[in-house]
């Protein structure tokens, strides 16, 4: 089994303590107030969760070429625990960058800064930061998972095979390498290696529903829905997001996060609309996308706008003209401008 890193786990204080508290020689000269760093100054201020004291303290006996390699790695984690504090984007990101020119072979460092400049919007420093992490922790499952999915979500078309082989170690029973593996087959254009990939999923915590079926987290429960559609299955992934029940956000630290119930319960009905069409079933079509709000989330209103037009055509065939006006006027509710 893979070695887990500790994410957000910052060094103890009395690790740090043995860092800087290095014995004085004894023609040592006192430290004047105001003068030189005092490291015990500094220690002090980091116990106490100060970090900017304990930063100003350290700092200037850090730039020397030949400053104590525990001092350097104390001034880091200074900064690190700065950085997972209530900081502005910007400041956490300079932060974390700071730790890393003190600590450079240190993965977790690089992880948090992944992390950072990824809600920040900065997709290019987040992969750069997700590479080296990689590369520093290649056994480290979570630093593959989390650069598998930044590099689906990019854009690039030479990511599939990149991400596969990101993955390519990872155990096969995992339900969120298994939801990437799925999401890298559908962009290469292979549905059935995607319906295959979640078809592998053993949760951690095995629970069967009353078919008997393995039962996975909504968000696994959703994209096996959406490969059974890939391969021309309406019938089973409509069977299979029957038993998605109500979604729930979950999280823990290091993992990736479930998307937010409302996105989770939009996705899936916008799944099942889609669906009942492909079966041939306009008005199943029509009850469910009238059963619930049209997601709030940009891209799915785009896949609703999508989906009432294809919906409107139909009803038309079938000379249901008021039934398709309804439709077309919840694809200009999805999407007013197209």
């Excluded at 300079?94 to 460092?109: C, E, S, Y």
């Excluded at 095979?161 to 990437?180: N, V």
Aim: net charge positive; charged share 25%; hydrophobic share 45%.
């Amino acid at each position: 089994m893979a070695k887990k890193s500790r994410l957000r786990r910052p060094t103890s204080s009395k690790r740090v303590k043995k860092q800087v508290a290095a014995p004085q020689a004894r023609d040592a000269k006192p430290v004047a107030p105001g003068g030189a760093p005092d490291a015990t100054r500094g220690l002090a201020a980091f116990q106490q969760g100060r970090y900017d004291d304990a930063i100003r303290a350290w700092q200037p006996a850090t730039r020397s070429p030949d400053a104590p390699a525990a001092l350097c790695n104390a001034l880091a984690e200074a900064y690190f625990r700065r950085a997972l504090g209530p900081v502005q984007p910007a400041r956490r990101i300079a932060d974390l960058r700071q730790a890393i020119a003190l600590r450079p072979t240190h993965a977790v460092l690089y992880f948090h800064l992944a992390l950072a400049c990824q809600r920040d919007g900065q997709m290019r420093g987040a992969l750069a930061a997700y590479e080296e992490a990689h590369r520093l922790a290649p056994a480290d499952e979570r630093f593959a998972r989390h650069f598998a999915l930044a590099l689906v979500s990019s854009g690039d078309p030479t990511v599939p095979t990149r991400a596969q082989a990101l993955l390519a170690s990872a155990r096969t029973g995992d339900e969120t390498t298994a939801r990437l593996r799925a999401l890298s087959h559908l962009q290469e254009g292979e549905p059935g290696a995607a319906l295959g990939a979640m078809a592998a999923v053993r949760p951690a915590r095995p629970s069967r529903s009353a078919t008997g079926a393995t039962r996975l987290t909504p968000l696994g429960t959703l994209a096996r829905s959406l490969a059974q559609l890939a391969v021309n299955q309406p019938d089973e992934a409509l069977a299979t997001l029957a038993s998605m029940g109500r979604p729930r956000s979950r999280s823990s630290a290091g993992a990736i996060l479930e998307p937010s119930p409302p996105i989770l319960s939009g996705a899936a009905m916008l799944a099942t609309v889609a669906a009942h069409l492909r079966r041939g079933d306009p008005d199943a079509a029509s009850a469910a996308l009238m059963a619930q709000e049209i997601p709030a989330d940009p891209d799915l209103r785009r896949i609703a706008a999508h989906l009432c037009r294809h919906l409107a055509v139909e009803l038309q065939l079938e000379e249901r003209a008021e039934a398709a006006a309804d439709v077309l006027d919840r694809a200009l509710e999805a999407a007013p401008g197209h």
